[in-house]
């Protein structure tokens, strides 16, 4: 029966310490799962705070992007606007210049039609006394008709609203 009390005593120590060293072992499990966890959760902040930062750093350089590019479409549209301004004016200086062509070509139509007028009306027939007559004196008579010629074309032309 020694024997067997012997058996019995080593199954004993041998369950007593084979539960020892599982319990040992799942307690090592155990800390290697909780490691494991600690270290992904840790890997995945790091991971979330740096996308983060990243895309703050992106968001942060589009914003700037933006700012820049709207400043140079302000910049563009106003050198645009300057640019149409100046061929608008240089377009309209060009128009108002016709404009002023015309009128005088209407102004001048005008007053020689006046004067074609007043010298068919009141021109009268040269004499041989003229032919002798100075120059200085038929010039002085002829400019003294264009004088009168002259000032009843204006007076005709600032009734008609030209002036």
């Known amino acids: 029966m020694h024997n067997n009390e012997e058996e019995l005593a080593a199954v004993e120590i041998q369950r007593l310490?084979?539960?020892?060293?599982?319990?040992?072992?799942?307690a090592n499990e155990r800390m290697q799962t909780r490691r494991r966890d600690l270290e992904t959760t840790a890997a995945?902040?790091?991971q979330a705070r740096y996308k983060g930062h990243m895309?703050?750093?992106i968001f942060k350089h589009d914003i700037e992007f933006h700012r820049h590019l709207k400043k140079e479409q302000e910049a563009s549209?106003?050198?645009?606007?300057k640019?149409?301004?100046?061929?608008?004016?240089?377009?309209?200086?060009?128009?108002?210049?016709e404009h002023e062509q015309e009128l005088l070509a209407v102004k001048q139509a005008a007053v020689a039609s006046l004067l074609t007028e007043y010298e068919r009306t009141t021109s009268r027939?040269?004499?041989?006394?003229?032919l002798y007559r100075p120059s200085t004196i038929v010039a002085q008579e002829l400019l003294n008709d264009c004088q009168y010629a002259q000032s009843i074309a204006l007076s005709y032309i600032s009734k008609e609203g030209w002036a």
């Open 17 to 26: 310490y084979r539960g020892h060293k599982a319990r040992g072992q799942i």
């Open 44 to 46: 995945t902040t790091i």
């Open 55 to 57: 895309q703050r750093d």
């Open 77 to 81: 549209n106003k050198l645009k606007g």
């Open 83 to 97: 640019w149409l301004g100046y061929l608008t004016r240089k377009q309209l200086k060009k128009l108002r210049v």
């Open 125 to 130: 027939p040269r004499t041989r006394e003229d």
